[in-house]
């Protein structure tokens, strides 16, 4: 199981740029689906990529679903030759996307991005508009009983409201 | 909260129809930490009957 407030914590500790994105996020605003792992889109610069590879070293990052024993190396090198990383740690099943479809990079992404107040710290997510519209281009079947979710919760957020 | 502009998908608004409200209704009077900690609960117990399934499911020859 994943342990989304230690993963959240180390990354914050360590300063990492990132915005919560994927089920996490839907989960933080309202939905009530499962999700198995914590997906992230983190900025792609130099010193967020050393900071990123420290907040996450400590817990054995791995590729997720490799057979056992590969060559991999958790550095910069390693993140600046790949854009998304399907990981597995010690602290649970993180991905770390350089971009999402609908959505773009952490550049693109952060400033319509909402703060989250969670476990005792602050984080980024990705607004509800936001989400939608990923879910939206990511256009995969399974996204659209998700898609119908956060519409939902779009249109009970919007009833409060008035 | 600005709505996020599209068309309606009929594959979508047939999948709204089937969701529970009072569901969701119920879960957005939660915060954001009470959320993913039902969340990992939930996670918590579906691991545990997976796991109950393996220990009665008939082992394959």
Same mark, same amino acid.
Not at chain 1, 4 to 11: A, M, N, S, Y
Not at chain 1, 95 to 124: H, N, W
Not at chain 1, 151 to 157: G, N, S
């Given at each position: 199981? +994943?342990?989304?407030?230690? #993963?959240?914590?180390?990354?914050? %500790?360590? &300063?990492?740029?990132?915005?919560?994105?994927?089920?996490?996020?839907?989960?933080a605003h309202g939905s009530v689906r499962? +999700?198995?792992?914590?997906?992230? *889109?983190?900025? %792609?610069?130099?010193?967020? $990529?050393d900071r990123l590879v420290a907040a996450l070293a400590a817990y054995h990052p791995y590729l997720r679903g490799a057979p056992p024993g590969l060559p991999f190396r958790w550095d910069r090198v390693t993140l600046l030759r790949g854009m998304n990383?399907?990981?597995?740690?010690? #602290?649970?099943?993180?991905?770390?996307?350089? =971009?999402? !479809? @609908? @959505?773009?990079?952490? =550049? &693109?992404? %952060? !400033? @319509?991005? *909402?703060? $989250?107040? *969670?476990? @005792?710290? =602050? /984080?980024? /997510?990705l607004s509800l508009p936001q989400l939608i519209r990923a879910k939206r281009a990511a256009g995969r079947p399974r996204d659209l009983e998700v898609l119908a979710e956060l519409?939902?919760?779009? =249109?009970?957020?919007?009833a409060e409201e008035s | 909260m600005e709505p996020a502009e599209h068309e309606k998908d009929p594959v979508v608004e047939a999948y709204k129809k089937d969701l529970d409200r009072t569901l969701l209704r119920e879960n957005l009077k939660l915060s954001v930490e009470e959320r993913f900690r039902k969340a990992m609960e939930l996670a918590r117990f579906a691991e545990e009957m997976r796991r109950a399934g393996q220990r009665v499911r008939p082992r394959q020859p």
């Open positions: 199981m +994943t342990d989304f407030e230690g #993963l959240l914590g180390t990354l914050v %500790r360590h &300063d990492v740029a990132f915005i919560v994105v994927g089920g996490a996020a839907a989960i499962l +999700t198995s792992d914590l997906d992230i *889109v983190y900025q %792609r610069s130099a010193a967020n $990529l990383f399907t990981l597995v740690s010690s #602290l649970g099943e993180i991905d770390l996307l350089g =971009e999402i !479809p @609908g @959505g773009g990079t952490y =550049e &693109d992404l %952060r !400033p @319509g991005a *909402v703060s $989250l107040s *969670v476990f @005792g710290m =602050e /984080c980024q /997510c519409e939902l919760i779009e =249109e009970e957020a919007g | -």
